[in-house]
Structures are given as structure tokens and as C-alpha cells.
Nanobody
Framework: EIQLVESGGGLVQAGGSLRLSCAAF????????IGWFRQAPGKDREGVSC????????YYADSVKGRFTVSSDNAKNTVYLQMDSLKPEDTAVYYC???????????????WGQGTQVTVSS
């Protein structure tokens, strides 16, 4: 079964940048859709971005469109989320999730990483 490990979170000032990584082990990313989600304290988990490499498909939530960029490096079996122009409201725990079949960005069979904290100070 695929396993995911996120990294790259941290503390950054508003307007700064971070790059999150989601490294996959145990299976190739080609067989999965990879979604990025976030959960802020007291709020529901929300979808941020998604990539389906086999279909050359990407998705961005309106709240991050134009600021975040998702990409995939198949040689490293890793998906990245480049986050620029960060805002305090981007503060959350960020998770990546792998959905088998590569057709949807989330379903009950999705496998989740452990999450990485992103904190944006004003």
C-alpha cells in the first residue's frame, strides 16, 4: 500500500513562500490522484489543490488560485505544493492524500499523510 510523508511546513511571514513535499513510498504516483488539503483550528478540512499526472489535470481552490502551484516529479515519486504570497488565513495543518485509480481527488479509499504545520504570521 502507498504511504505518504509530507514535509516543508514551518513558520513564515505574510507574503512569504513555502514549498511542501509529499513523498510517496510503496507505489508509483502514476496510479493515484494526489490532493492537498488543509485544516485550520476549529474549521473543517478543505481541499486546496489536486494533481492527476496521467491526465495532466490540476485543480486549485479559489482561495489559493494564482498563489499556489502543484507539481509532480515522477522520478522522485513526489508531489510538491509551492505556496507563494502566503496570508495569515493560510495557517493550517496541510495534508496530502493519494486516491487510487487517479479519477477523483478524494474518496473513502484515499490514503493520508501525517500532515505538516504551516503558520503564517502577520
Amino acid at each position: 500500500e502507498i504511504q505518504l510523508v509530507e514535509s516543508g511546513g514551518g513558520l513564515v511571514q505574510a507574503g512569504g513562500s513555502l514549498r511542501l513535499s509529499c513523498a510517496a513510498f510503496g507505489s508509483t504516483l502514476d496510479d493515484y490522484a494526489i490532493g492537498w488539503f488543509r485544516q485550520a483550528p476549529g474549521k473543517d478540512r478543505e481541499g486546496v489543490s489536486c494533481i492527476i499526472s496521467s491526465d495532466d489535470y490540476t485543480y486549485y481552490a479559489d482561495s489559493v488560485k494564482g498563489r499556489f502551484t502543484v507539481s509532480s516529479d515522477n522520478a522522485k515519486n513526489t508531489v510538491y505544493l509551492q505556496m507563494d504570497s502566503l496570508k495569515p488565513e493560510d495557517t493550517a495543518v496541510y495534508y496530502c492524500a493519494a486516491t487510487p485509480g487517479g479519477a477523483t481527488c478524494y474518496n473513502p479509499d484515499s490514503v493520508w499523510g501525517q500532515g505538516t504545520q504551516v503558520t503564517v504570521s502577520s
